[in-house]
């Protein structure tokens, strides 16, 4: 990041790294091995207390609203798109270029996507973990005439949301609060229709997985209730509650840990005593990609110095503007190559409560 390396095809180095991932781990030391060991133990453990959630939200989510604005759809989400073939499918812009538009799209789909499978109906109660900058909560109030609690952590995502909120006319039904979702009030249990989160559940941490979902179970309602939870995961090969420090960690979500599938439906079922029962499982991994392109060219085509600066005087340097933007970069091309080649997944799960056959019209 700092540009001592150039590398003229990130996504080829990637590849290249990929393809003989299983012959690194002897030129590893076993101090490093050791090293490694401890800092996936200690996150696992340690990691996320309410104080180090909120700090990692700092990190991950307050550097400036300014910045995601400079790469994200109009409705900001900051999560997997859904491309179709109105875009050109997947792979759309590499074979034709991107268009005007193409993201704006693909997020307005998916949001329904998630909507649907809500299996929201008008008038209803929907509880959200993550809020992002209301894009999700705003139509869901907006199309359904939904009331919305939702809940993050992040100050300059609270504060944009609501006005974000605001203007669109909508402040007496969604309400965003400054909250860890283990601090929900009493009065919100089983009063929920409905609840989401999208790709909130990489900042757990699989030691909270259980106590997670019970709370979920704790704010739907017992009867015709339904809960969609999307995160980027592991391959359950991958997967581990350990996870040891890497780039995704150290710059851009400290003390995150990605699940699997497995491990978020088995504590699913154990946090609700089986109140739940699985609906439907999906696998987004292959949008993920040109999504990810797509944040990338919007970002070189959008991002300013001066603009970045006001929030972090110390990025008018060039050379720390040109490290900070270089790690984005870097950021873009990681994630895509590591969902092109299945590294990592995207998954959505479905859960209803158990013997809730009249939603299944």
Known sequence: MVGEIHVDNLEGAMNLWLDNESTFSGLSSRFS?????????????????????????????????ELFKAFLSKEMMYSCALWSEAEGGVNGDLLSGPTDGDLEAAQHRKIHHVLKKARLRLGDRLLEFGSGWGGLAIEAARTYGCEVDSLT??????????????????????????????????????????????????????????????????????????????ASTFPECRYTGYQAQDFMRKYMWPNSCLPSATALISATNIASNGRFT???????????????????????????QEVIARAHPALGDAS??????????????????????????????????????????
Request: aromatic share 12%.
């Open 33 to 65: 091995r050791l090293a490694t060991a401890l800092s996936g133990f200690s996150n696992a453990i340690f990691g996320q207390t309410r104080s180090q959630a909120r700090l990692n939200a700092i990190a991950s989510y307050d550097q400036s609203n």
């Open 153 to 230: 952590l992040s100050v300059e995502q609270k504060a944009l949301a609501e006005e974000r909120i605001k203007a669109a006319g909508l402040e007496g039904r969604v309400r965003v609060h400054l909250m860890d979702y283990r601090d929900i009030p009493p009065e919100f249990e089983h009063a929920f229709d409905a609840f989401i989160s999208i790709e909130m559940l990489e900042h757990v941490g699989s030691q909270h997985y259980k106590e997670y979902f019970k709370l979920v179970d704790y704010a739907l309602k017992s009867k015709n209730a339904t809960a969609v939870v999307s």
């Open 278 to 304: 699985l609906d439907a499982v999906e696998n987004h991994a292959a949008h993920y990609p040109r999504t990810l392109r797509t944040w990338g060219r919007r970002l070189e085509s959008n991002l300013k």
């Open 320 to 361: 720390e503007y040109m490290i900070f933007k270089r790690k984005w970069e870097y950021f873009f091309a990681y994630a895509s190559e590591g969902f092109l080649r299945g590294y990592i997944t995207c998954h959505m799960l479905t859960f209803i409560r158990a013997n809730d056959v009249t939603l299944l019209e």
